[in-house]
């Protein structure tokens, strides 16, 4: 299954354990799932960290946030099962109020230190200029905690000594980080498990029911992976694409990263 982990210098090798953290319920699915399916079909084990419950997601205020916080809590559950993956982690921190303080550090360094991942998949800690939605704060600030509790915290003994290694968490080094949504180094070829992936994403009925019903969802869904697998061909991956020209591999779909060495 390397062959659908690919850099401009070849495969790389399947990760065998797997963290994902990322800010609110459904920002796996349209990133990753199709990696994650892609991870769990190769025999990797898959575990989630969900910074928040999402109960700040819905407009409707007759809805309350504990509702709400138990119906995304519920669709997570369902979309991971649909790319394979049974063990998630909500810390509940306040949805829209994020930061990355040494609360939320200890608390992803502690998820690091039950799961001991190989990989952390996590969002990008970078402001995207071009667009607002690919700059939320909590994504920003989730991204940078992990980022912080996979180097020094996770590793560090007397990090958080009380909260962690007094209670019998361990310190673990993770070796490396893939970012979303930032200048990749690493391509998925999600072709494949772009149904899983999409199956997985609309589990999330509370937030993809209406932008379904405004816009095809699949058909978004498919421009960007499109988009992705020319960038992959244009960056030398030779599977999209021969000499740089995306449309020599056919209508190929990626997810891409910018692959860390953190060990």
Same mark, same amino acid.
């Given at each position: 299954?390397?062959?659908? +982990? ?23 699915? +349209? ?29 409707? @205020? ?8 138990? @119906? ?14 049974? #063990?998630?982690? +909500? ?5 829209? @109020? ?62 958080? #000594? ?28 999600? #072709? ?28 978004? @869904? ?42």
């Amino acid at each position: 299954m390397t062959a659908h +982990f690919l850099t401009a210098d070849g495969p790389i090798e399947i990760p065998k354990r797997v963290l994902v953290v990322v800010a609110h319920p459904d920002d796996i699915d +349209f990133g990753v799932a199709g990696t994650i399916c892609e991870l769990t079909k190769a025999g990797s084990y898959v575990s989630y960290c969900l910074v928040t419950s999402g109960e700040a997601g819905e407009d409707d @205020m007759t809805v309350s946030a504990d509702e709400l916080r138990d @119906m995304r809590e519920a669709e997570q559950t369902a979309a991971a099962a649909e790319v394979g993956v049974d #063990t998630l982690h +909500f810390l509940r921190h306040p949805d829209g @109020m994020v930061e990355a303080n040494l609360a939320l550090r200890r608390d992803i360094s502690r998820i690091i230190r039950i799961e001991k991942p190989d990989v952390v998949i996590t969002q990008s800690p970078e402001r995207n200029y071009d667009s607002v939605y690919g700059s939320h704060p909590d994504h920003i600030e989730t991204a940078e905690a992990t980022l912080r509790a996979v180097y020094p915290d996770a590793r560090n003994p007397r990090a958080f #000594t009380e909260e962690l290694l007094d209670q019998g968490f361990e310190p673990h080094t993770v070796n490396h980080v893939w970012l979303g949504q930032v200048e990749p180094t690493m391509f998925v070829d999600v #072709t494949d498990s772009f149904d899983a992936k999409l199956r997985a994403l609309r589990s999330h009925q509370s937030q993809v029911a209406k932008r379904d019903a405004e816009f095809n969802l699949e058909k978004v @869904m498919r421009e960007w992976g499109e988009r992705l697998a020319g960038i992959a061909a244009k960056n030398g991956v030779e599977h999209f694409g021969s000499n740089g020209d995306p449309g020599t591999a056919g209508n190929l779909l990626a997810e891409a990263y910018r692959v860390l060495d953190t060990a």
